[in-house]
């Protein structure tokens, strides 16, 4: 079956649906692809003592601000969900799902988008992919040999399954500190990082962090000194389950292990970790194969964007990936703005295409 829509989002999470609240806001014709079979995006498949790094009233999308969660000042991720599912019925954002894009193609005038459930041809497509289903596992020495499991990020739900076991977390960013504060008080923890954590300071959160990479943006873009953005503040935000077990003295990270062996880590000098799992908490990369047909990958498997435009297909937006698709876009607060932008783009592309 063929369908027609002047754009297609790709993509169901934050970043889709904050695209639609602005697409409707400017009239256009639009459906979003999502190929959850449930709305909330990534938050559903996230650990259970998530918590966002801000206050509710600041990672709200667009229009809508989020509600606060009873007793709690940071959101978890299951409030996040709710508040996503309520946001897609609120502003009655045409969702098709469950759908799964398979490729992109131009198409004559039209960029074409192949699904497993059906075509669509439109005039302009927003890509929302996010990257939390593309984990990265880093090469390490001897990964096929270790005897225990073998775990990423993803796959992580709490700590009761790992209850009284030896367990290596492997990561220094937000998702490792969180995963070893998590799994401290129950398990023998090893958290190893590249280089030595580095907290921020306890009263900064997702507002500062949000405004820092606004001012860094604003500073390239009128030529002036790199600020050094998020990263000049530190590595891990200290939300309160990860502050409770730094001060306890149970977040004491080590360097990271040569290689893996049958039965755990062994450092360069020869010392050794038994463990029974290995929590790979090593990153993502952005979900972009659907792209793969129009040929767009330059370096470090990105695409070259101005904004959020890609360079080299004006029709195409990529939305939600990092600061190179918009300061802070894949964030709740941040996403907003270069959704607004990449809306606008698109409704100046469809009015110059029918004059």
Wanted: charged share 20%; proline share 6%.
């Amino acid at each position: 079956m063929t369908h027609t829509s002047q754009v297609v989002v790709i993509g169901g999470g934050q970043a889709g649906l904050a695209a639609g609240y602005h697409l409707r806001r400017l009239g256009l014709d639009f459906v979003i692809l999502d190929a959850q079979i449930t709305p909330g995006g990534a938050w559903q498949h996230t650990w259970d003592s998530l918590h966002l790094f801000s206050p509710a009233a600041y990672s709200s999308l667009p229009g809508r601000l989020m509600p606060t969660q009873i007793g709690e000042t940071y959101p978890d991720a299951q409030h996040v969900v709710e508040y996503l599912t309520d946001y897609e019925k609120r502003y009655e954002l045409p969702v098709e799902r469950p759908v799964r894009v398979l490729g992109v193609h131009r198409d004559g005038p039209l960029l074409r988008v192949e699904t497993d459930s059906g075509t669509w041809r439109a005039r302009a497509v927003i890509s929302a992919t996010g990257a939390w289903w593309r984990p990265f596992l880093p090469a390490v020495s001897g990964r096929a040999d270790f005897e225990g499991r073998q775990l990423h990020t993803v796959e992580y739900h709490s700590p009761d399954e790992f209850t009284g076991r030896r367990v290596v977390v492997v990561g220094g960013g937000n998702s490792g500190a969180q995963i070893a504060a998590d799994l401290a008080h129950a398990t023998q923890l090893t958290w190893v990082t590249q280089r030595p954590p580095s907290f921020l300071a306890d009263d900064i959160d997702g507002r500062a962090l949000f405004d820092t990479a606004t001012a860094r943006r604003r500073a390239l873009d009128e030529g002036r000194t790199d600020t050094g953005g998020v990263a000049s503040l530190g590595d891990i935000v200290a939300v309160p389950p990860v502050r409770a077990a730094r001060d306890r003295g149970l977040l004491a990270a080590r360097p990271m292990f040569s290689r893996l062996v049958p039965d755990g880590v062994e450092w360069a000098d020869g010392t050794r970790s038994e463990a029974d799992a290995i929590i790979w908490c090593t990153g993502f990369r952005p979900t972009l194969s659907h792209l793969t047909p129009l040929q767009l990958r330059g370096g470090r498997g990105r695409i070259a964007t101005e904004g959020t435009r890609a360079v080299g297909e004006p029709r195409l937006h990529l939305l939600g990936y990092g600061d190179w698709t918009g300061p802070a876009s894949a964030t709740l607060i941040g996403v907003g703005r270069p959704a607004r932008e990449a809306a606008r783009e698109i409704s100046a592309l469809l009015t110059a295409g029918a004059t």
